[in-house]
């Protein structure tokens, strides 16, 4: 097919697997373009163009990812990633690792790693490369890949919820949530949050967002049963959609603009966390993004009218 093609046809697993290293859209799709410019520079023909190819993003991406931790370190807020409507990458045989490690939670988890556990974790438990390619692409011999995969799953394992939701279950608590959200029915939210359900939202620094978690079923039911009707005001609408693999929805301003992006956690039944990106830099690649300072403006003033 020649590199192009060649290229092409790996790019869905090449994207794949510096999302889930990078937890960003924008980055991960930067680090498949200079992925592509040094195979295009290469003069000679890699044994195994899909080696070479993973090998190079990953060495990308935790390059990448290492100045990133810098930056989370200041970052305004909870840090939360990229939403990801789709994985391009799908492979029949490792489904249920790969939908598994592309959700917020797993990747919050994944954050806990060093940039080295994050890609051997990656490489080995989701896309089941061998130590000795995971080896080559993060320049580690393979008695250290095996270390690493030991200490990362140990840390991923410690922080993994003990009964996960199938995905009929997840639908279902879903398509009440929403029910409930669009008609302000703070009683039915509450029956669906877990006691100590948390409400977290990413705006860092840069749109309005909670000064701090809201925490407790009776909390969070209020808070968004309070605050959806006053959206609903002023044309703002909701699409259910699923957002990293899991249940959520898109806000848009009335003029079809993206205001940000909610993803439920479930588990055990009942809606566990809610997290909210309203970032607008997190949500450019979904779409043109609305002015979430003029959205919050709107709200305060149709409020005071009311009053």
């Known amino acids: 097919m020649g590199k192009v093609g060649d290229f092409e046809e790996l790019r869905p697993l090449l994207f794949s697997i510096a999302y889930r290293i990078?937890?960003?859209?924008?980055?991960?799709?930067?680090?498949?373009?200079?992925?592509w410019l040094r195979f295009d520079a290469s003069v000679t023909r890699p044994t195994s163009t899909k080696a070479f190819l993973s090998a190079a993003v990953t060495r990308i991406s935790i390059d990448v990812l290492r100045s990133a931790r810098v930056?989370?370190?200041?970052?305004v807020g909870p840090w939360f990633p990229e939403p990801l409507l789709s994985d391009p990458y799908q492979d029949p045989a490792r489904s249920v690792e790969l939908?598994?490690?592309?959700?917020?939670?797993?990747?919050?988890?994944?954050?806990?790693?060093?940039?080295?556990?994050?890609?051997?974790?990656l490489l080995r438990q989701v896309f089941a490369f061998g130590f000795d390619d995971i080896a080559a692409a993060v320049g580690r011999s393979e008695a250290a890949c095996r270390q690493l995969l030991v200490r990362a799953?140990?840390?991923?394992?410690?922080?993994?919820?003990?009964?996960?939701?199938?995905?009929q279950e997840r639908q279902e608590l879903a398509t009440r949530f929403f029910d409930a959200l669009k008609h302000g029915d703070v009683g039915g939210l509450r029956n669906l949050l877990a006691a100590d359900v948390q409400l977290e939202g990413d705006g860092g620094g840069k749109a309005p967002q909670l000064a701090k978690a809201v925490i407790g079923a009776d909390n969070v039911a209020?808070?968004?049963?309070?605050?959806?009707?006053?959206?609903?005001?002023?044309?703002?609408?909701?699409?259910?959609?699923?957002?990293?693999?899991?249940?959520?929805?898109?806000?848009?301003?009335?003029?079809?603009?993206?205001?940000?992006?909610?993803?439920?956690?479930?588990?055990?039944?009942?809606?566990?966390?809610?997290?909210v990106v309203i970032n607008p830099d997190k949500l450019g690649h979904l779409g043109p993004v609305a002015d979430a300072w003029a959205i919050d403006r709107e709200v305060k003033q149709a409020r005071r009218q009311s009053d």
Request: glycine share 8%; hydrophobic share 45%.
């Open 22 to 35: 990078l937890g960003s859209v924008s980055e991960a799709e930067d680090a498949v373009q200079e992925t």
């Open 99 to 121: 939908a598994d490690s592309v959700s917020m939670a797993a990747l919050l988890l994944l954050e806990r790693l060093s940039p080295l556990e994050r890609a051997v974790f």
């Open 222 to 275: 209020r808070v968004l049963g309070s605050v959806f009707p006053w959206l609903t005001r002023i044309a703002v609408t909701f699409e259910p959609h699923e957002i990293n693999g899991q249940p959520g929805a898109i806000f848009r301003d009335r003029d079809g603009r993206i205001l940000h992006t909610l993803v439920l956690e479930v588990l055990g039944g009942q809606i566990q966390a809610i997290r």
């Open 153 to 167: 799953r140990r840390h991923m394992e410690a922080g993994r919820p003990r009964f996960a939701a199938d995905r």
């Open 71 to 75: 930056r989370r370190e200041e970052y």
